[in-house]
């Protein structure tokens, strides 16, 4: 519930007692003091679940890898287990001290200021927060998929080959993304393409490839993707980059910066010089578009539309922390100051107007209205257990946020290939997250300079890490990994849908749905995916693990062993083994046909007409819902009913205790 929206303006002296908890607002500070002993929400935070102690900066930060402190998506939302949330609803950036009682001064912020105070349980406080903020976009069912990316991938003939080991491991797919497709001086031009250089949008006639080139027939290679039930996703960044000493130059990137000046379509500073990315920063010297500028608007996608045209699916919106001065001025009169944060929102609302609802974004920086536009990406980190134990909190504080949809790169993007045993973890929370990626950085990537022995294959691909591990036993466990993951899309589908109708998330930590648990609060380290408990392994060498089971019976996935709830149960785990567990009452809905087992080939198909619905317990209920279904399946001592509207034939399995 709402309780209060003050704005700074008008605001005296409010205050709020709870029962152990105080609330006082001014019109420069507010302040919570009292008996507590969690915090949670700020974003996507790497650095710890609970933030109490902490001192936290709402700033967009582009922070290559070892995040700790510093996000790429912050938000002023948090709440307390007391009932308690706060959202500050402000472009600008400002710290909340946490280490004892709550501090926040906002003297510097707008005057314009609007506070909201929430009260409730966490639940309804993070869905009152989403309804503020915007609606949730509901991804297309195919992004739900397994996705794969490699940032080596520069040329088209890889790509036939990354999908020829698809194929041939069969390990399914449903998402591609590319990102050394473009020429690197225009972002929007298939590398080494030839075309007449033009002020206004290209086309794909205007266009000539050779089959010399690169991409020697991109149109091809878009529709044979397509043939094969994938997706593809292209890589973006927002700016209009300067060519560095050994680049070759580029006649269309020198009409576009010379339009772009002429139209007065990129940021400047206060004395109307222009505003470029500084030294030591990703792109230095480049300029950046102005996506509160209309025309600038009209321009940039103008340029991209042929990608549209040609098929292309969607963009990975990379960047957009680019704003590292307050001496900015925007086409919206808004200044530096205003758009540290905002910017990246203006950014990625832009991406999402161009392409549309059927289409994807995965992006890295975001702001307030971030579930709206896109899916969020958790950047870049090494491929180390600590940064695997970040970007798990990081996911876990995305969806305590807000955060419906979000996902990470399997075994880390950076730095030395991760071991089997990373690799093979990260797998296994992937397949019970919103999105399943792996990803890697460029061959040598950061660390080459250091170390020329780091320039290798690094691609984070299965059958790349099977190869250097000399691992090709692996692949049963892998195939079992992508078949599940392909055999559990109606119901990951289901639950999404479901979450964006009553504004909640696809993971949950636990006290989202037994808030009155005490033990709740305090196993951070398992989470719930829709209605399943999931306990990954995060921790190097760990073979057991204490999981708390909430109210009622659970049985595991894969194995049947049941446990009961409000108890810690002592588990053995392997190093191909998922700790995930069904609630009595509940069921999971598959894409697997009549007699087919769990988990089964399915290939890159997203669902069958015949699903099977495995029941667990003696009665339950279960809401079904797809695009076309919205339906209720009732059980009972063996008696099963289907009320409301679908367009599947169901196949029951009973799982009673």
């Known amino acids: 519930m709402i309780l209060a929206k003050l704005l700074r303006s008008e605001i005296k002296n409010y205050q709020l007692d709870l029962d152990l908890i105080k609330l006082t607002i001014n019109k420069d500070q507010l302040k919570i003091s009292g008996q507590f002993n969690y915090i949670f929400g700020f974003g996507e935070k790497y650095n710890a679940i609970n933030q109490k102690g902490h001192h936290i900066e709402n700033k967009v930060s582009d922070q290559f890898c070892n995040q700790n402190e510093k996000t790429y998506f912050p938000l002023p939302f948090f709440f307390l287990k007391e009932g308690l949330g706060i959202l500050i609803h402000t472009r600008r950036v400002f710290e909340f001290s946490l280490e004892n009682d709550i501090d926040v001064d906002f003297s510097k912020l707008e005057d314009d200021l609007v506070i909201y105070v929430f009260t409730g349980k966490p639940k309804d406080m993070i869905s009152d927060f989403m309804e503020l903020t915007g609606e949730t976009l509901l991804p297309p069912k195919w992004a739900f998929g397994p996705w794969m990316s490699a940032h080596r991938w520069n040329k088209q003939a890889m790509i036939e080959e990354q999908l020829t080991y698809s194929i041939q491991y069969r390990l399914p797919m449903t998402t591609l993304v590319i990102e050394q497709w473009s020429d690197e001086a225009t972002f929007y031009a298939f590398n080494q393409s030839k075309y007449a250089p033009k002020k206004e949008g290209l086309k794909s006639s205007d266009i000539l490839y050779d089959k010399e080139d690169p991409w020697y027939d991109p149109q091809k290679m878009i529709d044979m993707i397509h043939q094969q039930g994938i997706k593809l996703i292209l890589w973006q960044t927002p700016v209009i980059k300067a060519l560095e000493s050994h680049e070759p130059m580029n006649a269309q990137h020198e009409l576009d910066q010379q339009y772009v000046i002429e139209h007065d379509l990129i940021c400047k500073k206060q004395d109307q010089s222009i505003y470029t990315i500084p030294e030591g920063r990703w792109f230095p010297g480049s300029m950046i578009p102005d996506f509160s500028n209309q025309s600038m608007k009209n321009w940039w996608f103008n340029k991209r539309q042929y990608l549209l045209d040609m098929g292309v699916d969607g963009f990975k919106t990379d960047g957009g922390e680019f ?63 600590k940064e695997f134990q970040a970007v798990y909190q990081a996911g876990i504080n995305a969806s305590l946020s807000g955060q419906t949809f979000w996902g990470f790169d399997i075994g880390g993007f950076a730095g030395d290939l991760p071991s089997m045993e990373l690799y093979l973890r990260g797998t296994e929370f992937a397949v019970f997250t919103p999105i399943m990626q792996f990803h890697s950085e460029p061959i040598g990537g950061q660390f080459a300079l250091l170390d020329a022995s780091k320039i290798m294959n690094n691609e984070r691909t299965p059958w790349n890490m099977m190869k250097h591990y000399n691992r090709e036993d692996l692949l049963h466990i892998f195939q079992s990994y992508y078949w599940m993951r392909m055999n559990l899309l109606p119901y990951i589908y289901s639950e999404s849908i479901k979450a964006v109708r009553y504004k909640t998330t696809l993971m949950k930590h636990l006290m989202i749905e037994y808030p009155d648990d005490p033990l709740a609060y305090e196993y951070h380290h398992q989470y719930l995916f829709g209605h399943l408990l999931v ?8 073979y057991e693990q204490d999981i708390y089971f909430p109210a009622g019976e659970w049985k595991h996935l894969l194995n049947d062993q049941t446990y009961s709830g409000n108890k810690i149960h002592h588990l053995k785990t392997t190093l191909n083994d998922i700790q995930v567990f069904a609630k009595k009452g509940s069921a999971l809905v598959l894409n697997l046909g009549e007699n087919q087992m769990f988990p089964s080939d399915v290939g890159n198909q997203l669902d069958n007409d015949t699903l099977t619905v495995i029941l667990y317990g003696v009665q339950g209920r279960y809401h079904y ?33």
């Not at 919206?332 to 289409?359: P, T, V």
């Not at 279904?629 to 799982?655: A, L, M, Q, R, Y």
């Open 535 to 542: 306990a990954p392994v995060i921790e190097e060498n760990q």
């Open 625 to 657: 819902m797809d695009n076309h279904s919205d339906c209720f399946i009732d059980w009972k001592e063996g008696s099963i009913s289907v009320s409301g509207d679908h367009n599947k034939t169901f196949v029951f399995v009973h799982k009673n205790w």
């Open 323 to 385: 704003i590292y001065s307050d001496d900015i001025v925007f086409s919206s009169n808004l200044m530096g100051r205003d758009m540290i944060n905002q910017y990246s929102k203006d950014y990625i609302k832009a991406y999402h107007e161009f392409s549309g609802h059927n289409r994807v974004l995965f992006s890295r920086a975001g702001y307030l209205g971030q579930q709206s536009n896109t899916i969020q990406w958790a950047g870049d980190q090494k491929s180390t257990w």
